[in-house]
């Protein structure tokens, strides 16, 4: 259950127990203010005691699943950080570059993490909850970063093969490309869909150039490559910018 959903299901249960505020003042009212007094400001009392009571369940539960939030992206991102490593052993050096920047960010956003779940238990609700969305979109979305950067390394891997000939592997390495292509975009958020869907349209002729083993494979690669390149750059640069940094000139 999402913080949201709890706090419209909560606030279904402050709005019963306002209303029965509104029933005991009625009720006092009809009174006339004199029969019943006691029993009436009793009335209202309780009621107002519960409303109080269901307020902190709803603050304590808002921030225990806050609490689980920050856990969840804390995991994501020691995930990653392996993944981005193991990569970094085999990548040539442009991709290394490109990961070394990716493992920047993830190190950036461990301790961003770590900062804002502190704050959960002395800010508002509101804003602990828009502070964990912001930071958990970072994070899918650095994921989505490191397998567009393990595509590119397929396709780089599938240009080699196809090279030497052995364009059945090619394929192969082409297919997993687009696998992590699929990973990518379910983590970026939909405002890059375009841009995903015109690199999965690059990537799917490149696929029948190689299956056809037509003469312009490696320009049909490169420019995988090429739009790989530009949705990474503004990947990192939107990233920098939400982290208040600058992104360094491309060589």
Do not use: C
Not at 15 to 24: C, D, T
Not at 56 to 68: C, F, I, K, M, P
Not at 139 to 156: D, P, Q, S
């Amino acid at each position: 259950m999402t913080p949201e959903t709890t706090r419209r299901m909560a606030g279904g249960a402050l709005a019963v127990s306002a209303f029965s505020i509104a029933l005991a003042l009625f009720a006092y009212w009809r009174a006339g203010g004199k029969q019943d007094a006691a029993a009436s400001h009793a009335e209202i009392r309780a009621a107002v005691d519960s409303l109080r009571e269901k307020q902190t369940e709803l603050v304590d539960h808002t921030r225990g699943s806050l609490d689980a939030a920050y856990q969840n992206s804390r995991d994501r991102l020691t995930r990653l950080r392996e993944v981005v490593r193991s990569e970094k052993d085999r990548a040539e050096a442009e991709i290394r570059t490109q990961l070394d920047r990716a493992e920047a960010d993830v190190n950036r956003l461990v301790s961003t993490v770590e900062l804002e779940s502190r704050k959960i238990r002395d800010s508002s609700i509101g804003s602990a909850e828009q502070a964990q969305r912001a930071l958990s979109v970072r994070v899918r979305t650095v994921e989505g970063r490191v397998a567009l950067l393990r595509a590119k390394a397929k396709t780089r891997r599938a240009e080699t093969l196809a090279e030497g000939r052995e364009y059945d592997q090619a394929l192969r390495v082409l297919v997993e490309a687009t696998d992590l292509l699929d990973q990518a975009q379910e983590r970026l958020p939909r405002e890059y869909d375009p841009t995903v869907a015109a690199l999965r349209g690059a990537l799917h002729e490149a696929l029948a150039s190689v299956q056809n083993q037509a003469v312009d494979i490696r320009e049909r690669l490169d420019e995988v490559v090429r739009q790989t390149n530009s949705l990474v750059r503004t990947l990192e640069s939107d990233e920098s910018a939400a982290a208040g940094s600058v992104v360094p000139p491309q060589a």
